[in-house]
């Protein structure tokens, strides 16, 4: 049973530093994809950033690139998501998402085969 378990949100002032993990189990981790996406109520689940299997290639939101850093960790099977200089706009539920394809990243919620539950961010001006 494949299980995406995101850690990290909470409370913080604008311009301060957050980091998201997401500990996968039952998948060969490094044979996926991963992302970071965020949703607000209302809204459509938003892409934020993607790494590929490898860890060799990332993309980002234009909303976060310069601020935001995607890494991952093959041999602890954890995606994690380095948010710097936050802003209010940041507020979301956060959700890392895998995708069985190791060698592209999607800038939509379509393609991703797993999600985690969500991990609250909350960026107070």
């Known amino acids: 049973q494949v299980q995406l378990v995101e850690s990290g949100g909470g409370l913080v002032q604008a311009g301060a530093s957050l980091r998201l993990s997401c500990a996968a189990s039952g998948l060969f981790f490094s044979m996926y994809s991963m992302a970071w996406f965020r949703q607000t109520p209302g809204k459509e689940r938003e892409f934020v950033a993607g790494?590929?299997?490898?860890?060799?290639?990332?993309n980002y939101a234009n909303s976060v690139k310069g601020r935001f850093t995607i890494s991952r960790d093959n041999a602890k099977n954890t995606v994690y998501l380095q948010m710097n200089s936050l802003k209010p706009e940041d507020t979301a539920v956060y959700y890392c998402?895998?995708?069985?394809?190791?060698?592209?990243?999607?800038?939509?919620?379509?393609?991703?085969?797993?999600w985690g539950q969500g991990t609250q961010v909350t960026v107070s001006s």
């Open positions: 790494i590929r299997g490898s860890g060799n290639r990332t």
């Open positions: 998402a895998a995708d069985s394809n190791p060698f592209e990243t999607y800038s939509y919620a379509n393609p991703y085969d797993y």
